[in-house]
């Protein structure tokens, strides 16, 4: 338990004390949903139309800024080697640091939106519905985005090369998502995208950790 909860403060305390880890996403977030704003003027209907793909979109390009960072520093100071080698449960830790790494890179988006939302004309339960979905949908683009980000590592410009990859991976969460807020804007049901939605999440969950261990050592071995 010491363990965890040591391993826990350590990349809390990384992903403050290196700032751009956690504010670049952010940043670029509000930066393209101001741009976005300024383009749209006093076109105010047609803001609100298109207010959740562009939250959507705008939080999947997010997403992918800080992934190639998600193992790299930790293959560059050995740290993962370690981890690898340890006689200790190394899927635990791998868990750890990814609730981490999306707590840190995608919940402050998550809670960002819902305001965004209501500023664009979206009504608050709307707003809160779409800050909901994107929860769900951020952390099954960086489950996703984990695995990418293992074969990876120790590429020359491997951050270019997971941008290509994981945004057509990425579109069946991405209209998942629009397709939940949508349907619920027209009135209509939407269990059948949120469970979807749901269902990713879930298969990510299982099997993602289980798939990490082996490719992070057979990226730590070549």
Same mark, same amino acid.
């Given at each position: 338990?010491n363990l965890y909860l040591g391993l826990i403060q350590r990349e809390l305390l990384i992903g403050v004390r290196s700032g751009s880890e956690a504010? @670049? ?11 976005? !704003?300024? $383009? ?7 803001? !609100?139309?298109?207010? /959740? %793909? /562009? ?8 997403? $992918? ?22 006689? +200790? =449960?190394?899927? =635990?830790? /791998? ?8 707590? /840190? $890179?995608?919940? %402050?988006?998550?809670?960002?939106a819902p305001l965004i939302g209501k500023m664009f004309g979206l009504s608050w339960e709307a707003a809160v519905l779409v800050g909901g979905t994107?929860?769900?949908?951020? #952390? ?6 984990? #695995?990418?980000? !293992? ?5 020359? +410009? ?7 990859? @994981?945004?057509?991976?990425?579109? %069946? ?19 059948? %995208? ?14 993602? =950790?289980? !798939? ?11």
């Amino acid at each position: 338990m010491n363990l965890y909860l040591g391993l826990i403060q350590r990349e809390l305390l990384i992903g403050v004390r290196s700032g751009s880890e956690a504010l @670049v996403p952010l940043a670029f977030f509000a930066l393209v949903i101001f741009v976005f !704003a300024l $383009t749209f003027g006093t076109e105010k209907e047609l803001l !609100a139309r298109c207010t /959740i %793909p /562009i939250l959507w979109i705008t939080a999947l390009f997010a997403n $992918t800024l800080s992934l190639d960072n998600l193992f790299k520093r930790d293959h560059d100071d050995g740290t993962l080697a370690l981890t690898l080698l340890s006689f +200790r =449960p190394s899927i =635990p830790i /791998i868990v750890v640091k990814l609730v981490i790494h999306w707590t /840190i $890179t995608a919940l %402050p988006i998550c809670l960002f939106a819902p305001l965004i939302g209501k500023m664009f004309g979206l009504s608050w339960e709307a707003a809160v519905l779409v800050g909901g979905t994107l929860g769900i949908g951020t #952390l099954s683009m960086t489950l996703i985005g984990a #695995l990418v980000a !293992a074969l990876l590592i120790g590429v020359e +410009r491997g951050g270019q090369v997971l941008l290509l990859i @994981v945004v057509p991976i990425y579109l %069946p969460v991405l209209l998942l998502g629009i397709g939940i807020s949508t349907l619920h804007a027209q009135g209509m049901t939407y269990s059948s %995208p949120l469970l979807g939605s749901l269902a990713i999440l879930s298969a990510g969950i299982t099997c993602v =950790p289980l !798939a990490l261990k082996p490719l992070l050592k057979t990226a730590q071995d070549s």
